[in-house]
Nanobody, 129 residues
């Protein structure tokens, strides 16, 4: 079972930067895609970015060129720290951000379509204009 704990986030001005972190631990972690989703009240949760065990990544069009996903292997196949560096923030980036682990993820580009995901507790990001 994968455990996910998010940290970071908070508030920033438009044009500013924030970094989210997610401590991921579990068995055979390299077989998962790890990603970030976000959700605002009244809307569906949407994929932001994801990365697979071979460091292939993918981004939502709305964040390409502004956000960067990366990961550090703390303990091979058992512990990773996932990051989301968010630059040039916009008020529309305001949302609850969730770290997610997608098991048996064969195509990172499809990470948001796999039916089962393990979720972190979520962390708020607020961008003011």
């Amino acid at each position: 079972q994968v455990q996910l704990v998010e940290s970071g986030g908070g508030s920033a001005q438009s044009g500013g930067s924030l970094r989210l972190s997610c401590a991921a631990s579990g068995y055979r972690l390299s077989t998962y895609c790890l990603g970030w989703f976000r959700q605002v009240p009244g809307k569906e949760r949407e994929g932001v970015a994801a990365i697979d065990g071979d460091d292939r990544d993918t981004y939502a069009d709305s964040v390409k060129g502004r956000f960067t996903i990366s990961e550090d292997n703390v303990m091979k196949n058992a512990k990773k720290t996932l990051y989301l560096q968010m630059n040039s923030l916009k008020p529309e980036d305001t949302a609850m951000y969730y770290c997610a682990a997608v098991p048996a993820c064969e195509r990172v580009n499809d990470y948001d379509r796999y039916p089962y995901k393990k979720w972190g507790q979520g962390i708020q990001v607020t961008v003011s204009s």
